[in-house]
């Protein structure tokens, strides 16, 4: 019996998973060559057919989410110049299977490289395609995971996610994946505990380690090999307090946040694609403190109307509540095909009110947008990387223009109140430069990443990526103090404000205003509950 391996990485879905490993990488696929070209080629059509098959199969029971990742894969099965090289490669002489390795190798080879997070997460639906299509091939099954397995690879097929049943438990550990991939969004919205990022978990690791069984503590981000007695007793004791807490938390979801002295703490919730509210009860919240609108921007640049009717539908979900729009904050893990630029460092590049204000004809089509939206509820707006106070000027003076433009032509509208992010080391050190905004929304994903030069993204640093590091506290204390000083609201919406284990420390920062992914609200307003003063 090896000792105990531990290992470290990155938490995508919060939770608690014990049992057996379950080995996602495919065995070698036998493929049986064909007699001519031709025949090499029906082959493949046919394999790409059953899996498109497949794909529709599964999006006959799958919800809005699930639908949308796997019409993304039907769409590049269908797409030919994926398919094509393939086919040119099949006519050229090449058997089947090798062709549509190749072609679609080549495909993946420039997402995984990729130096953006999304576009490296979507490799794992390229692969999915792929192997979907190499199974139908070789006629291959895929082997069945026991109940309760954790899954672990280098990565996770979504379609693979999809057809397991977890109602018995599980979950997924990854020695590369994403918080950011389609499969990380999925297991959030269902709750399967699942690891990113644990990199060394084929090398440190034995063939005895991986036959036993494993603690996935997807709370943390880590998974324990051949666990002991002991680290077994406390990983369950865990995970128990871990069930008792979120349990305990739904309790809170339709009260008001307040600590145990009464102190009242208002908790908005963070959405990006405007169908994100048809789950949310809005009595349940204080508004949208952050909406996200990237996903907005996706292919192509959309147009005013798409985007007018996509605020108008947030607005009019929250009523009198507010509801804080941020403008396009596309570039770093954010790239936009057609609008961001390949960068060397995107993190500290052309992104978010720099894009914006370096391209303005795409800027004002959303000021446009959001002008007009304003009159259907009460519309915040926010400016993302805001590094110095001349960007917001000449952000606030495109939508005063564009205001002059609407109104000229008697399109009804309204000037929202125009506040900045604080996610750049500048604002929060000397935000005395901002004090004519009208809020500071504190983004501390980016603020945290950049104060401590450690990459958001990147296990190997995530040690280092703490919001609860002093340095990045005291930051978050002093622009607090600097906003009630002056009569300038203060919230945040980074992914610590709905971390109940940051929630203690923030409040204690001051801040008295969070915005959470929806995903943690109940657990958020738990934890606040919790706070003594
Ligand atoms: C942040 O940086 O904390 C934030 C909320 O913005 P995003 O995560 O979209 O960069
Ligand atoms: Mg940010």
Redesign the pocket.
Known sequence: MPGPLRLTGISASAGYAEGPLFNLEPAAARYAGKATAADEKAALEAAIGVAAGRLAGLMETADDEAAGILEFQVAMLEDDALTGPAFAAIAAGQPADAAWRQALDAEIAGYETSDQDYFRARAADMRDIRDQVLRALTEDGEIAAPAGAIFYGEDIAPTRFLETDWSSGGGIALKAGSAASHVAMLARSRGVPMVVGLGVVGLGASPAHLAGIALLDAEHGGIVLSPSKAEIDAFRRSSRSFAARRDRAETYLQKPAVTKAGTAVRVQV?IADPSDVDGIDISTCDGAG?M?T?FLFGKTLPDEETQYRAYRKVLEWAGEKPVTI?TV?AG???PVPGFTVEEGNPFLGLRGIRLSLARTEVFRVQIRALLRAAVHGNLKVMF?MIAVMDEYQRAAALFAEEQAGLSARGVACKMPPLGI?V?VPSVAIAPEAFSGVAFFS??????TQYVMAAA?DNASVAHLNSVRHPAVLRLIASVAAFGQAQGIPVSL???AGGDPASIPALLEAGLRDLSVVPAQLAMAKAAIADVAF
Not at 442 to 447: E, K
């Open positions: 963070n952050l996200r990237e941020r904050d770093g893990d954010k993302p992010m996610e504190i983004g501390s994903n980016d603020l958001r919406c980074g992914d």
